[in-house]
């Protein structure tokens, strides 16, 4: 897949039979819902729950990925101003670096809005 820095495995290879690329065991235990012998109603309501806790898990990974991204340019930026790089190319290569460990594209992570003005710099709520 474009953007991806690591090889993918090939369809099947990591024990669930279908095309993902799922961690062993994950895959497995994902594709064998859970039929408690509830209603049709009952175990609805109760993916539906689970997908909510999944997003909001998500949601958190999402502020933590962002408050780390913001640190890491922060830093960067301190140790290239402190190499002697001049203030107007500070930052120069950072995005790449954060697109990267997110297995994206250096082209999109020079895409994405700028970071230090995008965040809060109070601590956001820890949900």
Do not use: W
């Not at 474009?2 to 039979?17: D, I, L, N, R, S």
């Not at 962002?66 to 190319?89: H, I, K, T």
């Not at 670096?97 to 895409?111: H, N, T």
């Amino acid at each position: 897949m474009y953007g991806k820095q690591a090889a993918e495995a090939a369809p099947g290879t990591k024990g669930c039979g279908c095309a993902c690329t799922c961690p062993p065991g994950q895959a497995a235990a994902d594709t064998a819902l859970p039929l408690s012998g509830a209603t049709p109603e009952e175990e609805s309501a109760g993916l539906l729950d689970e997908i909510r806790a999944l997003e909001d898990k998500k949601s958190v990974l999402a502020a933590r990925q962002a408050r780390l991204s913001v640190a890491f340019d922060q830093q960067q930026r301190r140790r290239q101003a402190a190499a002697g790089m001049p203030a107007d190319q500070l930052g120069a290569g950072v995005a790449a670096q954060i697109a990267l460990a997110r297995r994206e594209s250096p082209a999109k992570g020079s895409r994405l809005p700028s970071m230090r003005s995008s965040l809060p710099t109070q601590e956001l709520c820890p949900v």
